[in-house]
């Protein structure tokens, strides 16, 4: 693995980064699954199911901490896949937000909901272009915009923005 210019062995706990949308999609589908739409996304990062409804962050209300999420560039890469236990979404799902950027299997388009942050030109002017969405903020996002709704992205050719991803299964 090459990081800032030197080469280091895989850590294998933690998340793939610098792929492409192209490259996730196709491990996704080698392992007989797919990427997340990103509503699916936003489900696992904000749903709780015992009380109704849904969340701004995956653990609650509260604006992110670092026992919450590995954000602000504060340990200069990601972390391993089971950090950030009190970041958990009510599904238990792990760094939601922070660490890398995740691929959607979404194009760029109007969603319900959805408001431009931190300008109106932010985004909607890239409406209906090649883009795919990507969500979650990596370990370079800064706190403020960092949400689970929050919305970024990019040509999914592109792999340099920190980028991964996991991967969704039909039930």
Same mark, same amino acid.
């Given at each position: 693995?090459?990081?800032?210019? /030197?080469?280091?062995?895989? +850590?294998?706990?933690?998340? %793939?980064?610098? %792929?492409? =949308?192209?490259?996730?999609?196709?491990?996704?589908?080698? #392992? !007989?699954?797919?990427?997340?739409?990103?509503?699916? &996304?936003?489900?696992?990062?904000? =749903? +709780?199911?015992?009380?109704?409804?849904? /969340?701004?962050?995956?653990? @609650?209300?509260?604006?992110?901490?670092?026992?919450?999420?590995?954000?602000? #560039?504060? @340990?200069? @890469?990601?972390?391993?896949? *089971?950090?950030?236990? *009190? !970041?958990?979404?009510?599904?238990?799902?792990? !760094?939601?937000? !922070?660490?890398?950027?995740?691929?959607?299997?979404?194009?760029?388009?109007?969603?319900? $909901?959805?408001?431009?942050?931190?300008?109106?030109?932010?985004?909607?002017?890239?409406? $209906?272009?090649?883009?795919?969405?990507?969500?979650? $903020?990596? &370990?370079?996002?800064?706190?403020?915009?960092?949400?689970?709704?929050?919305?970024?992205? +990019? /040509?999914? #050719?592109? /792999? #340099?923005?920190?980028?991964?991803?996991?991967?969704?299964? *039909?039930?």
């Amino acid at each position: 693995e090459r990081r800032f210019e /030197r080469t280091a062995e895989l +850590d294998p706990c933690l998340p %793939v980064m610098h %792929v492409s =949308w192209y490259e996730a999609d196709a491990f996704a589908r080698s #392992q !007989g699954r797919r990427l997340p739409t990103e509503a699916e &996304w936003e489900k696992a990062a904000t =749903w +709780d199911v015992s009380a109704g409804e849904k /969340r701004i962050h995956p653990w @609650g209300e509260e604006e992110p901490t670092a026992e919450r999420a590995n954000l602000d #560039q504060s @340990g200069f @890469g990601p972390a391993a896949a *089971d950090a950030y236990a *009190d !970041g958990a979404s009510p599904c238990g799902a792990r !760094g939601m937000i !922070g660490d890398a950027w995740e691929w959607t299997a979404s194009p760029l388009e109007p969603y319900p $909901g959805f408001e431009a942050f931190p300008y109106p030109e932010y985004s909607e002017v890239f409406f $209906g272009g090649p883009y795919k969405v990507l969500r979650g $903020g990596s &370990w370079a996002t800064r706190s403020r915009p960092a949400r689970a709704t929050f919305r970024n992205w +990019d /040509r999914p #050719q592109r /792999r #340099q923005v920190f980028t991964g991803f996991r991967c969704a299964s *039909d039930a």
